[in-house]
């Protein structure tokens, strides 16, 4: 019933941007801080970006902060991560996560719901 898409992956050059979106249905988005994920092949999967409820607070990995911005439309039940000035090391697969709680946390076990990603792949 509860549905996470995500899109807006491709290939980029490094240095360039990228917006990624994640739609949500059949939950009440007003009531989920949400969080963008990503994951390398053979690699954990590691928080990047979070945004409470109703976005006045925000949470950044160091590797991404100063370049990516994460943001919501919540009467379009909609989350985004704005990508700029793209790194090789930023290649991996994005998912955005949804979780039942007033804090952002950085564990994706305190996530409830799950899209299934986009890649997202940066050439030198």
């Known amino acids: 019933q509860v549905q996470l898409v995500e899109s807006g992956g491709g290939l980029v050059q490094a240095g360039g941007s990228l917006r990624l979106s994640c739609a949500a249905s059949?939950?009440?988005?007003?009531?989920?801080?949400m969080g963008w994920f990503r994951q390398a092949p053979g690699k954990e999967r590691d928080v990047i970006a979070g945004i409470t409820r109703g976005a006045s607070g925000t949470y950044y990995a160091d590797s991404v902060k100063g370049r990516f911005t994460i943001s919501r439309d919540n009467a379009k039940n909609t989350v985004y991560l704005q990508m700029d000035n793209l790194k090789p090391e930023d290649t991996a697969v994005y998912y955005c996560?949804?979780?039942?709680?007033?804090?952002?946390?950085?564990?994706?076990?305190?996530?409830?719901?799950w899209g299934q990603g986009t890649q997202v792949t940066v050439s030198a």
């Open positions: 059949g939950l009440t988005f007003s009531n989920y801080v």
């Open positions: 996560a949804a979780r039942e709680h007033v804090s952002i946390h950085r564990s994706p076990e305190e996530y409830d719901y």
